[in-house]
């Protein structure tokens, strides 16, 4: 069975638009994109948000982009202080933290999103400039504190990326993990680490590989794996080597790559297709859904604005 996003997204879009032209009816809200450099498979991500934004009815304003000949001047917003942010230029850290600040304290901005990877330059500042970001905006939930009263169930916060794989498993009812075996290939602060906890939640035992985990003991991990998710962004890494040959493990492909400019993820599906019982293709799979669930971020956000008032900065 393939796990596609294409036969769930329509409904799915439609819900949002609905949720948002409640939650923010008479205001003006927007989400900020931070989009430093010129990584040109970021500048395709984010041209996905600025057009699912615009889909939802919650527009995305791109923060450090005017440099760039290709500059979209129709995206600024009317107001005047929104305008001279855009059409600034981020050379330096302390005019990115400048920018955080305005937004944090906005009225109107409703998420803010820094876009990784960030440019050599700015990449030491990575951890500061996510923790920057206030609770009630870290629609990533890279700053930390999300996460942190997340897990302790104050609140319901899943990072879009661990969100999409688990609303995609639900739609085709295969989301019940409890007692199930889940291993996931790499750690990353965005999608492993989150994703592992959300499993543990829902009451899987988690096997959570990262670089330094030999590749033979992950091979071996996977084979006795119910589930295995891969999200390290190297083509093809999993093959038909990592999994049983029985048609009942679940392959999630969180990973994304390019080969001769075409798009493909981490699980070579030719040799693995016929021999589980689901997987998602790529493209098509986690990765369009992943846009559509940081909207439904924002909006979950909202729903916890008295809960996050006290660790407003």
Known sequence: MILSWKDISIRFQQELAEQV??????????????????????????????????LVGLPVVVFGQNHLPEYDKTQVKSDE???????????????????????NYDADCVGILIQMPLPQQFEEYKEKMVAAITPEKDVDGLGGVILWISEIWLIDFVPATPRAVLYLLEQYELADLRGKLVT?????????KPLALECI????????????????????????????????????????????????????????????????????IEE????????????????PLTVACIFANVLTLQSYAEVLKPYKL
């Open 81 to 103: 202080d929104v305008v001279i942010y855009v059409n600034q230029t981020y050379d330096t850290i302390f005019k990115v933290m400048e920018l955080i600040d305005y937004l």
């Open 272 to 287: 693995i297709a016929d021999k589980v019982s689901a997987y998602t293709p790529v493209p098509g799979g986690v990765w």
């Open 21 to 54: 032209k409640t939650v923010f009816a008479g205001k003006n809200p927007y989400v900020a994109v931070i989009f430093l450099g010129d990584n040109p498979w970021s500048a395709i991500y984010v041209k996905n948000k600025k057009k699912y934004g615009e």
């Open 184 to 192: 996931i290939i790499w750690q990353s602060n965005i999608v492993g």
């Open 201 to 268: 939640k829902r009451g899987s035992t988690v096997y959570s590989c990262n670089i330094d985990t030999p590749i033979k003991k992950i091979k071996a991990i996977c084979k006795y794996s119910d589930y295995i998710i891969s999200c390290t962004g190297t083509v093809h890494l999993v093959d038909s080597t990592f999994i049983r040959d029985d048609q009942t493990q679940i392959i999630v492909d969180v990973g994304y790559g390019h080969i001769d400019g075409k798009p493909v993820g981490d699980v070579k």
